[in-house]
């Protein structure tokens, strides 16, 4: 599937809504599924797999993410896709960055 660019994205609503590069659609359908909406999209980061779907256990209109090793399905503030990654990331970095602190206090500590 080709990634829409930008101008595609601003197009669309928000059913509808596509991200770009480094996220990737990696929704699954029965075959019975008349729908092929993309639903889940995946981006990875180095070593970390951030998942935006969603979920059957939230409303329609909610996105949840996922870091796999980070933190388990979490539901979204957004019901933008585009806010809900741009959510997602912003959870990494925090997450990442929190433990780089504690790692460099630790260190100061028996330096």
Known sequence: MK??????????SDCQERLVS??????????????RTPQTWRAK?????IVVTR???????????KCYGIWDTR???????????GQAKAMLQAELETA????LGANSYYS
């Open 55 to 65: 979920h059957r256990d939230f409303a329609p209109d909610e996105w949840a993410s």
């Open 100 to 103: 780089i602190n504690a790692i």
């Open 22 to 35: 480094p996220w990737v659609d990696v929704s699954s359908f029965s075959q019975n599924a008349k729908d």
């Open 75 to 85: 539901k979204m503030a957004s019901k933008s896709l585009r806010e809900a990654a």
């Open 45 to 49: 980061f180095g070593r970390f797999d």
């Open 3 to 12: 990634l829409p660019t930008d101008t595609e994205n601003a197009a669309g």
